[in-house]
Every structure is written in C-alpha cells, then in structure tokens.
C-alpha cells in the first residue's frame, strides 16, 4: 500500500515539475503554452504511473496472500527489523520454502536419490536450515550461499536426475551422466550440511560456553579438609 501512494505521490509532482523545467528551459510564453506544458507534464506522469504500477503487479505477491501472524510479526520486529527488511525477508523465505519442500519431494523419487538423502540426511537438513533462518531472521545473509546457490543446484540437479532415470533407452553415456550428477548431488548435500553448521556454529558456541559455566558452577573450588 505504502509503495502505490508513493507512486501516486511522485506522478502527481511530475506535472508541476515538468511545467517548470520546459518553462525555463524554453522561456514562459503564457496562453495556449501552458496548456501544451501541463499537457507534457500529465503525459510524463502517467507514464511513469503505469511503468511503476506494471512493475508491482509483477512482484511476488506473498505479502498479500498469506497473512502474516501476530507472533512473527512480532517475532521480526523484535530482531531490529523495519517494514520492508520484513517484506524482503517473507518473499525470500517463501521461495525457498517452495524449493526445499520441492527437494523433500525429488529426493524420495528414486533409489539412488533416497539413498543420499538417508547418508547425508539432505532433507532433514535443509529443513533445519530454513527453520534456523526464521529464527534468526538478521542473519540471513549469511544463508546467501545456501538460499541462492546451493538449494536452487541441487534441485535441478535432482529434477534432470530424475528425468534422465526415466528415459526408456539408456546408453553408456547416460549412465556415466547419471553417475557424475548423483556425485554432485551427493557433494552438494555434504555442502548443504556445511551450511547449516555454519550458521549455527555461534549457537553450538552459545551451548558450549553454557556447559562448560555449568560444570565449573558444579565442581567445588577445592575439597573439604577432614
């Protein structure tokens, strides 16, 4: 809402704007010019009107269509977030959960996929990621790799998998295809692994600190002289 009125606002400025750059540009003439100015003026602005409203219409629509909570609103207000870092944040995390329930889905589809997904649990994590990055919601661009590169690859790794297994006519060639992908995705779920641990690694650090404060608190300073 706060983007149209501030299209609405700009477009309407362009008139009188636009009207004052042509009258110094080509000397007040009066009569019938001011008419041809405001005209231009008017032209101007609802071209720019119309470029920006066709720009919106095109932009992910997730904030419009799914409501957000009273709790993660104020879930993200709480981490220092403003409206937009909040619009941003949902539009990005809505396309990546689309793409890691889509991975849910595409390592269950054949033998060998379920067989990396149970070694190198790729579900399971990437699941884990997503959840991380909700609940931390500033650091999310240190999920960058994972977010744009590595979920994204290893999904349509997965999805061209998928569709090569399923030719009916297999060569030596697809097999030596298929067997190069499934290292790929296999060392892509390794490096998924990697990014999860990353991003928690001051949590694992949090924890440690935590236990090692609970045992000196625990362990007696030195023990009691008979």
Known sequence: ?????????????????????????????GDWIDFLYVGIGLLLALIYMKINFNHLK??????????????ML?????????????????????????????LATNMQALPKLKA???NQETTRVSQA??????KEPKRLHLASDFLYRHLPSINELTRK???????EVKTADTYAVLDKSAEAIDALSQQIKQDY?????DDLDDLDTEISVAKQQTTPDHKEEN
């Open 58 to 71: 095109r932009q992910p629509q997730y904030k419009t269509n799914h409501k957000i909570s009273d709790k």
């Open 161 to 167: 998998f998928i569709e090569i297994s399923h030719h």
């Open 129 to 134: 990621m997503f959840q991380a990055i909700v």
């Open 74 to 102: 104020k879930h993200y207000q709480d981490a220092g977030m403003s409206d937009d870092e909040i619009d941003f944040f949902r539009e990005t995390l809505h396309q990546a959960e689309i793409e890691v329930q889509a």
């Open 1 to 29: 809402m706060f983007k149209k009125i501030k299209i609405w606002c700009i477009g309407f400025l362009i008139v009188p704007l636009s009207c004052l750059i042509l009258g110094l540009l080509f000397h007040y003439q």
């Open 197 to 201: 641990a990353t991003f928690v690694a």
């Open 116 to 118: 990396i997904d149970l």
